[in-house]
């Protein structure tokens, strides 16, 4: 606490502040201003400087949530305490004196108890690597809070609604869990939801009575949020004495006034000064992060900026007024709609933690300031909205928001005073002067995002108003007057179509208005050069229009009765609100009990309420070092020289390790995983963007992230050859890895036959796939300490602790017995801290060794993105010769695969590819991957590596052929399904013995299941009815092969009768922990002492991995981990129970009964039997690896005019074998399924023409929220019985689920067909109308808008006038 924390207060200190004061968790903080860098963030303290490290950090940009606290604020002239929750990344540490924060472990921990909320995530099986899982519990937690304040709830329930609990936590990223078991644990506090309605938990079986089950729900007792105080007593007190700051002698300080804030500003000549309210564009600009300022001006005290102030003329809004603020005094004046639909559409922009300190005039200030794209400029143009400016110089004025957006940036010194939006009247005047009693004023917002509830920018905002009448004479619509607000969409700022406003003003609204309107917004509404998606966000400014318009121009009385009442959205209702619903079938496997049941994961309410310790929670060592990365920004450069901007070292900065600094006997090698090693650092010449060329040792995290921006690497390309950055240029340069034979794909059958026998050919059809990044919640990162005699000893958040053992071994030239690497847990690793966490372990080790202090790094999630890689992108050719029923004969298949620049795993790509590819029967098969290199950053394994897109091609070919047969696609499928004679032959010994190929029992399982046939009726009819919203329904097969390997573990009893069990597995949120555990539990059973198993599960602990104390430990991936560290522990404890068995009959014939095993340790250890056994688990070659099973349906909505898909609803059903914990495996299939989600619909890893990742960070890298998952989301596990030599017949979940959501895919693009169909009906001319199309993944909104038809709208309007004219 640096010794900061001063109790008593000083007569000195009680005339004026010199010092902050503010409670953490009930306890009193003050620190001396004096002392205090103003631009310390709250998460910079509480992670560096208190005990609370529940806070993660996952971005650093109000994008996560994995840092977010509640607030509370206690106002003492209405003593009432607010609270609400704040992103701690963003808020400044001076902006909370006087504030009390609550952390997740403040909720509750394992010594005071937890809190029913920490308690109920464990239950309902939501946590998995529990990263996020703080976060999640302090936003479920403020919620209820804030919910059950006003009025009591009902005994054990909260008034938190169910919709409101699914909003909860709308704004915080999970990568592991797929949200729905997040979301079911906060309904399960909501009255109105029904716990049988939810998903499976620890607390209650079907069927069950709903008394009972209340009775066992960790209890919520609306009064247990007041027993967590979360504003103490003390600070009361304290804030009562409301003290002013200094501002002459601090840096920071609060005018109370804006006399005094104008005094200040005037007087601070020459000083850069800074207004701070929210500090939430910090997330946006972060280099604003690095700025420094004289000055910090705290204006949330001010009144004058406070202000919410309703009258006759409007509402007025101080510009400090938070967003959250915002909407609920908008609300409060519910007869306006207007007013509501501001506030309906302010609830999207960003997420609560968000907008609970983002201030009005924050955001306005940003948009005039910077062109921020803003949401509420845009409407509050559209609303007519004035400003009142105060300036140095020129006082107080006011303008319209438009003509204040239109002025050169606002100066540092003026202020934003206050926003008014005025009391909405008719413009149009009858003519003795009062308004006209027939017009009705229409308002409307829109928006399209890739999130629907926020937490991402707009492509395209819009607000429209307009004020029109009912033209008796026509029948028709006349406008008196409108204002057509557009933002977003790559402009400066919130921009009027004023031409359009001016044409249909006036005008009566017929079809052939709006579609001259049209063609002049489309010369209006054009984004900037260089904005993405430019063709779609003009679309969208057309789609707004017509649906704000489109139903006016119907001439008849049910239009006309519509907007009398008030409405202008006559489209048919474009979005489906159904609240998430799911429903799990699983059977509970008691055989080996308690293997098989679905038993909490172990530890996870230590993840909920924030006390697991991941690597970068491990309290920094005295002397700590820490690290940043410099990486290269040319794709292929001599490095000339590294060098500091102005050729000075910054502060705090030790130096820039190099390659130069590896020690004589180490080597430059930066990975030693299965293949040909990979440098550390790059030497002389760097050879892609991305390359790390050194590692910046400073003093602080924070400073060595500011000082890599002042670093200047001076690049010279003289001599150079051109680097290659495309496969094609990889091609003819013959720039290629080479695979090991037994890794190539191989052929199977006679492709030059099978394609003479097919009576269709489709030739040289092409596919491609872009990258997928990660996304752990937690970067990499790694702590490197020092030990004596030449040792090193490194805590590496890693799936291959082996590995990175070997790599700082080889790097600092030491044996390997120097070397100690320990592994407790990793938060989220999907394949990414396989290869790409040795670099990062290594070069912590080097930079230590080098300067013998401590080192260690937390990579910021920019440096993480630019340099890790990611997925594989390729491009694939194939030819398909099929019958006429749709039986394929023959494929042959060629893959461009992008490595990047080192071989990193690559070679295993293309077994992974022809694995997944082959869950149908092809025929023959022809196959062949080019592993490409190419001068961009490596790409390593991402979940599922390689089977996802293989998985993916086959349904491609699937839908070509059915497409060329004008055939059911589902059909197709079934024909092209292995009988069990064709799996042999593609899969050999893989494919096991007959009763284990159980895909077509799934597939004809699921179409009950789901109902998937009636439902494919349901949406044949829906499309026929619905012009803009188009569903699609398709069912996809899954066959994914895994392989067991060697693992070696130990278990070792302890006197007190407590197990320690080691396993190399790691614990990255998979299970593994609490599946291992299960084993040792029930294979320590089999003594059948007086201790059950169950009993025994309690008494035994998993313990971090180490690499001195376990050797040959390899890797977690591939989805066996779990099963082979298990198998391994099965070993051990059968070991175990050999040496105990005589024992405990020695003691139940002396005792005459059976003997607890606490007496059987006892006894063991007098006899001085050796109670630890280590052993190795070496997989049977012949059932060492097998295939996995599962099959997915899923319906989709495509919106035709904006193209956002909603998932209705995903069936699935998995085959787990014998599943070792239904419950863990239940997690993985749907977290799985939803990571896939994100492939194939949303996440786009792109890179700029040098190959530098320009998708960089939560603003532009999109991943699944709760919003964007299954809406209906139902899994079945089946436990398909006994697999011979399997460990305990169980399968692998954790990847193969994955390539499920190519389901979701395929059914985007059977509505996007219907879309198209739809056109052909409307269009004269049928040219550019494909029917056999490719849909690309991932089929973003742009992209599905585009092959839905850019011009979908004007299409529908000229047929229409068309129709009319033939009338
Ligand atoms: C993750 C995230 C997502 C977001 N998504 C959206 C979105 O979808 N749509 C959208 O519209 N916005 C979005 N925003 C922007 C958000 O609304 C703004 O960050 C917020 O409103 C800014 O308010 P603040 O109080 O935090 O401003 P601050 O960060 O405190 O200030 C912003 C700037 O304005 C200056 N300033 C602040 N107040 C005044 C004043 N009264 N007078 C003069 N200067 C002033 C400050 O000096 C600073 O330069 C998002 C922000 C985040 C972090
Ligand atoms: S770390 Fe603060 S929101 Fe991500
Ligand atoms: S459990 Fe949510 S990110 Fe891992």
Redesign the pocket.
């Known amino acids: 606490m640096g010794g900061q924390r001063v109790i008593e207060e000083t007569e000195e200190s009680m005339k004026s502040k010199t010092s902050l004061v503010f409670a953490i968790n009930g306890e009193r903080f003050e620190l001396e201003l004096s002392s205090l860098d103003p631009s310390t963030t709250l998460i910079d303290f509480l992670r560096n400087k208190t005990p609370f490290k529940s806070v993660k950090l996952g971005c650093g940009?109000?994008?996560c949530g994995a840092c977010v606290v509640l607030l509370s604020k206690y106002d003492p002239l209405l003593e009432k305490v607010d609270d609400f929750t704040v992103s701690s990344c963003?808020t400044l540490l001076c902006s909370i004196d006087g504030c009390s924060i609550t952390t997740s472990e403040g909720l509750g921990n394992s010594r005071a108890g937890f809190h029913a909320v920490h308690e109920r995530i464990a239950g309902f099986h939501a946590t998995q690597c529990g990263f996020c899982t703080p976060g999640m519990s302090v936003s479920m937690f403020s919620a209820l809070l804030n919910a059950d304040k006003s009025s009591p709830p009902r005994s054990g329930y909260s008034n938190l609604t169910a919709a409101e609990a699914e909003k909860a936590v709308a704004g915080n990223l999970c990568r592991c869990t797929g949200y729905r078991p997040l979301v079911d644990a906060c309904k399960s506090f909501s009255a109105d939801v029904d716990i049988e309605d939810l998903g499976f938990n620890s607390f209650c079986k079907k069927g069950e009575n709903r008394d009972d089950v209340l009775g066992r729900l960790p209890c919520y007792d609306h009064t247990s949020s007041q027993v967590i105080c979360t504003f103490p007593e003390f600070l009361k007190n304290e804030i009562k004495i409301d003290m002013s700051l200094d501002p002459r002698k601090y840096r920071w300080s609060r005018p109370v006034s804006a006399s005094e804030l104008q005094g200040l500003l005037e007087v601070e000549n020459g000083l850069a000064v800074?207004?701070?309210?929210?500090?939430?564009?910090?997330?946006?600009y972060k280099e604003e992060k690095q700025r420094k300022y004289d000055r910090f001006f705290d204006?949330r005290r001010i009144p004058e900026?406070t202000v919410v102030r309703r009258g006759d003329k409007g509402i007025e809004l101080g510009?400090?007024v938070t967003?959250s603020k915002a909407i609920e005094a908008l609300r409060e004046k519910e007869d306006v709609s207007m007013l509501a639909k501001l506030a309906s559409h302010m609830e999207k922009?960003?997420?609560r933690f968000?907008r609970n300190?983002?201030?009005?005039?924050?955001?306005i200030?940003?948009a005039q300031r910077k062109q921020f794209p803003?949401?509420?400029t845009t409407i509050l143009v559209a609303a007519r909205a004035t400003v009142k400016i105060m300036s140095v110089g020129s006082g107080q004025e006011q303008f319209t928001l438009e003509e204040f957006l239109q002025q050169p940036p606002?100066e540092a010194k003026?202020?934003?005073l206050s926003v008014e939006i005025p009391s909405w009247r008719p413009v149009t005047k009858k003519k003795n002067g009062s308004s006209s009693p027939d017009t009705r004023l229409l308002f409307e917002t829109y928006r399209a995002a890739p999130r629907p509830l926020?937490?991402a920018?707009?492509f395209l905002n819009a607000a429209f108003s307009a004020e029109v009448s009912l033209s008796e004479a026509s029948d028709s619509i006349f406008v008196h007057d409108c204002l057509l607000a557009f933002g977003a969409y790559g402009t400066k700022h919130a921009h009027r179509a004023r031409k359009v406003e001016d044409f249909l003003t006036g005008k009566v609204i017929t079809d052939e208005v709006l579609m001259e309107a049209i063609g002049l917004l489309k010369d209006e509404i054009v984004p900037d050069k260089g904005t993405s998606n430019a063709g779609y966000r003009s679309s969208l400014a057309v789609t707004f229009l017509f649906e704000f318009f489109g139903s006016l121009t119907q001439t008849n009385a049910k239009t006309t009765n519509g907007w009398l009442n008030g409405g202008c959205k006559e489209i048919e209702s474009l979005k489906p609100e159904a609240m998430l619903s799911s429903a799990q079938q699983i059977v509970e496997n008691q055989e080996y009990s308690p293997v098989g049941k679905g038993i909490v994961k172990s530890g996870a309410c230590l993840q909920a309420s924030g006390e697991a310790v991941y690597v970068d929670d491990i309290p920094s060592p005295e002397n700590c070092l820490y690290g940043a990365f410099i990486y290269s920004t040319m794709p292929l450069a001599r490095i000339k020289g590294i060098r500091f901007k102005e050729n000075r070292v910054p502060e705090g900065v030790l130096g820039i390790i190099t390659y130069k600094d590896i020690p004589k006997d180490g080597q430059n090698v930066g990975t030693k995983g299965f293949f040909t090693p990979d440098l550390l650092f790059a030497e002389d010449i760097t050879l892609c963007v991305g390359q790390i060329i050194g590692l910046l040792v400073a003093e602080s995290q924070k400073l060595a992230d500011v000082a890599t921006n002042l670093v200047v690497i001076d690049y010279d390309t003289e001599d150079l050859e051109p680097p290659i950055l495309t496969v094609e240029e990889a091609v003819q340069k013959s720039s290629f890895f080479s695979v090991p034979p037994p890794l190539r794909g191989k052929p199977v059958g006679d492709i030059t036959k099978g394609m003479a026998e097919a009576e269709h050919k489709i030739l040289g059809s092409k596919i491609s796939f872009g990258s997928q990044y990660f996304f752990y919640m937690e970067t990499q990162t790694a702590l490197a300490v020092p030990d004596e005699d030449n040792c090193m000893v490194v805590y590496s958040s890693t799936q291959a602790p082996e590995f990175v053992h070997r790599t700082i071994a080889g790097c600092l030239g030491v044996p390997e017995h120097n070397v100690r690497v320990i592994t407790r847990r990793v938060g989220g690793g999907f394949g990414g801290k396989v290869m790409k966490s040795m670099p990062v372990a290594a070069a912590c080790a080097l930079a230590a060794s080098k300067m013998q202090r401590p080192v260690r790094t937390y990579m910021n999630r920019k440096t993480d993105m630019i340099t890790t890689g990611g997925r594989h992108p390729m491009k694939v050719t194939y030819s398909v010769g099929f019958k006429a029923n749709g039986k394929i004969t023959a494929l042959d298949i060629e893959v461009l695969l992008d490595a990047g620049i080192s071989e990193d795993v690559s070679p295993l790509m293309p077994s992974g590819i022809q694995g997944a590819l082959m869950k149908y029967d092809w025929g023959a098969l022809s196959f062949d991957v080019k592993v490409c290199k190419t001068n961009t950053v490596s790409r390593t394994a991402v979940r599922a590596p390689g089977d996802v897109q293989g998985s993916y091609i086959g349904e491609a070919i699937i839908e070509k052929v059915a497409s060329y047969l004008s055939a059911d696609v589902d059909e197709i499928r079934k024909v092209n399904l292995h009988t069990y004679e064709s799996l042999g032959l593609f899969h050999n010994a893989k494919a096991g013995e007959s009763p284990e190929y159980t895909l077509p029992l799934l597939w004809d399982k699921l179409a009950e299941f789901s109902g998937f046939n009636q439902r494919r009726k349901v949406v044949e009819e829906f499309n026929a009815s619905n012009k803009w919203r188009k569903r699609g329904i398709s069912r996809v097969p899954a066959v994914y092969g895994v392989s067991m390997r060697l693992t070696p573990g130990r278990v070792s009893v302890l006197s007190d009768g407590s197990v320690v069990v080691e396993v190399p597995g790691i614990e990255i949120g998979q299970g593994l922990w609490t599946k291992v555990k299960q084993m040792a539990a029930y294979s320590l059973g089999l003594i059948q002492c007086g201790t059950t198993s169950d009993e025994l599960l309690e008494k035994i602990r998993v313990i971090q991995a180490d690499t001195l104390s376990l050797v040959q430990g390899s890797v977690t991936g591939g989805s066996t981990s779990s099963e082979a560290s298990s198998e391994a522990v099965r070993i051990c404890c059968d070991g175990l129970v050999k040496r105990l068995l005589p024992v405990n009959a020695a003691l139940v014939e002396q005792t005459g009964g059976p003997v607890t095993w606490e007496t059987l340790i006892s006894q063991a250890y007098q006899q001085s039997i050796n109670m630890a056994v280590s052993s190795t688990y070496l997989p049977d070659m012949s059932t060492g690896a097998y295939l996995n099973y599962g099959v997915a349906a899923s319906e989709v909505e495509v919106n035709v005019l904006t193209g956002e898909t909603t998932v209705l609803r995903t069936d699935i059903i998995y085959d787990c074998g014998k599943s070792l914990n239904p419950a863990v495996d239940l997690g993985q299939i749907e977290g799985a399924f939803v990571q896939g989600l994100g492939f194939f619909m949303l996440e786009e890893y792109l890179m700029n023409s040098d190959g530098l990742i320009v998708t960089d960070s939560t603003w532009t890298y999109k991943i699944p929220t709760v919003d964007t998952i299954p809406r209906q989301f139902n899994v079945e596990i089946i436990n398909s019985g006994h697999h011979k030599n399997r460990v305990l017949s169980s399968k692998a979940s954790g990847e193969p689920p994955l390539l499920l959501a190519s389901s979701v895919h395929c059914a985007v693009r059977a509505a996007v067909k219907e879309a198209k169909r739809q056109i052909l009906t409307w269009s004269s001319n049928q040219q550019g109308i494909d029917l056999s199309f490719d849909l690309p993944v991932p089929a973003t909104m742009p992209v599905v808008k585009e092959f839905c038809g850019l011009d979908v709208v004007e299409k529908y309007l000229e047929w229409k006038i068309q129709q009319r004219m033939n009338i």
């Open positions: 940009e109000g994008g963003l800074k207004l701070v309210a929210g500090n939430t564009s910090t997330g946006y204006i900026l510009a400090a967003i922009i960003a997420s968000v300190t983002g201030t009005i005039g924050g955001n200030v940003m803003s949401d509420l606002l003026s202020v934003l926020g937490n920018l707009a």
